[in-house]
């Protein structure tokens, strides 16, 4: 994990991903690159890509490298290679832009989650750049003063579409030797017997050399409790989940989940492209 992208506003949220954007750092001695997006009106945008250097432009950047500078500057990041960077660009397009232009590992964003996936750090666009990231986005909730991923939660239908990024699951918690709590949730609108849920499982880890790992079926009300529920109960410090670009945030187990588990979990949230 060479380099980790942490995009922020200067918001409180931010500063908690940054904050165990560093601790990723330390253990892996990893750069961060901090990005925040400068978005102008569209006047001001206009004369930016038309070649004008308008003072109140030259103004708002000045401004924001200030302020870059400063976060910079915090004593949790000493010893990490930091690279700032300010971007006049809407956030979906800058944070891809900048994931490939600086082959980034990891996004690290901070979210309040209290009322929606749309606001997440810096508004609906960024959720849209989160809900089409190849790269995989760690969401941080609150504060963590001791960033701990030892047990992980995979939760999944564990069909032939969560392969691909579950080995990118994997690579993260290899990272981290963590141990995997592969887990998919039977609801009285998703019932299937015990035994074909076991098998589907049993047979999609034949796929993968898997050894510090465990495997379950959660019954609950809902997908959305029964990831969070199974979750606390054996108390993951992460929980892993894919998303899918054409049908919202968070799609798995042949439907959607609703925004509220991003809402509703305190824990980090790890996300990968289907």
């Not at 564990?158 to 963590?178: G, I, M, R, W």
């Not at 606390?232 to 899918?244: E, L, Q």
Request: proline share 4%; glycine share 6%; charged share 20%.
């Amino acid at each position: 994990m060479k380099r980790i992208l942490v995009p922020t506003d200067f918001s409180e949220h931010a500063e908690n991903a940054l904050k165990v954007a560093s601790q990723i750092a330390k253990k892996n001695n990893s750069e961060i690159i901090i990005l925040h997006m400068l978005e102008l009106p569209s006047q001001m945008n206009d004369a930016v890509l038309g070649g004008a250097s308008i003072p109140e432009t030259m103004l708002f950047m000045k401004k924001a490298n200030e302020m870059l500078d400063q976060v910079s500057s915090r004593p949790y990041l000493d010893g990490i290679p930091i690279t700032e960077i300010v971007k006049i660009d809407k956030p979906i397009h800058g944070i891809t832009q900048v994931s490939k232009e600086y082959e980034i590992d990891l996004i690290v964003m901070g979210s309040h989650g209290s009322s929606g996936i749309e606001e997440l750090l810096i508004g609906s666009n960024t959720e849209k750049a989160v809900r089409n990231s190849e790269i995989p986005v760690l969401i941080i909730k609150k504060d963590t003063a001791n960033f701990n991923a030892s047990n992980i939660v995979f939760a999944s239908d564990f069909s032939e579409e969560a392969k691909k990024p579950f080995k990118k699951f994997l690579k993260f918690a290899n990272v981290f030797d963590s141990k995997i709590h592969l887990v998919t949730i039977c609801t009285p609108n998703s019932f299937k017997p015990t035994h074909e849920l076991q098998k589907t499982i049993d047979a999609f880890v034949t796929e993968f050399n898997l050894t510090n790992y465990s495997a379950h079926i959660y019954n609950d009300t809902n997908i959305e409790k029964g990831i969070i529920n199974f979750s606390n109960s054996i108390n993951a410090d992460i929980i892993g989940m894919c998303t899918h670009g054409r049908t919202g945030f968070a799609h798995f187990f042949n439907g959607s989940i609703s925004e509220g588990l991003v809402n509703h979990a305190i824990r980090p949230i790890l996300t990968f492209k289907i």
